[in-house]
């Protein structure tokens, strides 16, 4: 199994700032991901984080919005910028890991409240 | 395209009853299925999955679930419901390789209540 720490666990935002999600992972994972869960939603893919190259975004969801980094096989960052209520969620960080990579496990989550 | 269906947003059931959460899905490939559950404030723990073999897999808590191709589906089964089972269930599906791997389409969820 894969342990993954996100901080901050809970924020509560002004309008208009950013804040930035750190996901750190207790092992190197090649896979590992950003998800958003609005309030009462299900879990929807913002983007793939890749090491060493751009992010891989899903349909509806922009690097100037959602910036993200990955550094090394351990650690990433999602930025969520210029923040409104409607950004208002869980931001979910996962990996792939196991012997093929292949089992998704999930973080805490942040919690961000937007005022 | 692909897509999760949870047709039950919410279910109640008495502690010691069985349960069974259904879930369905459209994939275009071999899918690779899970199901997830996520307590007030608190992350997604997976559960289970399923890519191949035996049709009828084992989690953890107890619970099981059966992949049926025929149907498209993978109901999450436990013979005798526990009070800290209640809890919202998350099925999802994804590939379990190549270039998507990693990316899964979650269902609506379904929220479990159990009354004492």
């Known amino acids: 199994s894969a342990v993954i720490s996100q901080k901050p666990s809970r924020d509560i935002c002004q309008r208009g700032t950013s804040l930035t999600i750190q996901c750190q992972v207790d092992s190197q994972v090649t896979m590992m991901f950003w998800y958003r869960q609005q309030p009462g939603q299900s879990l929807t893919l913002i983007a793939t984080?890749?090491?060493?190259?751009?992010?891989?975004?899903e349909s509806g969801f922009v690097i100037d919005k959602f910036p993200i980094s990955r550094p090394n096989l351990t650690f990433s960052t999602l930025t969520v910028s210029n923040m409104s209520p409607e950004d208002s969620s869980i931001y979910l960080c996962?990996?792939?890991?196991?012997?093929?990579?292949?089992?998704?496990?999930f973080g805490e989550g942040s919690w961000l409240t937007v005022v | 395209a692909q897509s999760v269906t949870q047709p039950d947003i919410h279910i109640t059931v008495s502690e010691g009853a069985s349960l069974e959460l259904r879930c369905n899905y459209s994939?275009?490939?071999?899918?690779?299925l899970f199901w997830y559950v996520q307590s007030p404030g608190q992350g997604l723990q997976l559960l289970l999955k399923?890519?191949?073999?035996?049709?009828l897999v084992q989690g953890i808590k107890g619970f099981e679930a059966e992949f049926k191709r025929s149907q498209s589906s993978f109901n999450l089964r436990k013979p005798s419901v526990h009070w800290s089972d209640a809890a919202e269930y998350f099925c999802?599906?994804?590939?379990?390789?190549?270039?998507?791997?990693?990316?899964?389409?979650f269902g609506r969820g379904t929220q479990l209540t159990v009354w004492p």
């Open positions: 399923y890519f191949s073999g035996d049709t």
């Open positions: 984080a890749n090491q060493g190259s751009e992010a891989t975004y």
């Open positions: 994939y275009g490939a071999t899918p690779y």
């Open positions: 996962s990996v792939g890991a196991g012997r093929s990579g292949n089992t998704i496990y």
């Open positions: 999802a599906v994804g590939s379990p390789r190549g270039s998507t791997l990693g990316r899964l389409y």
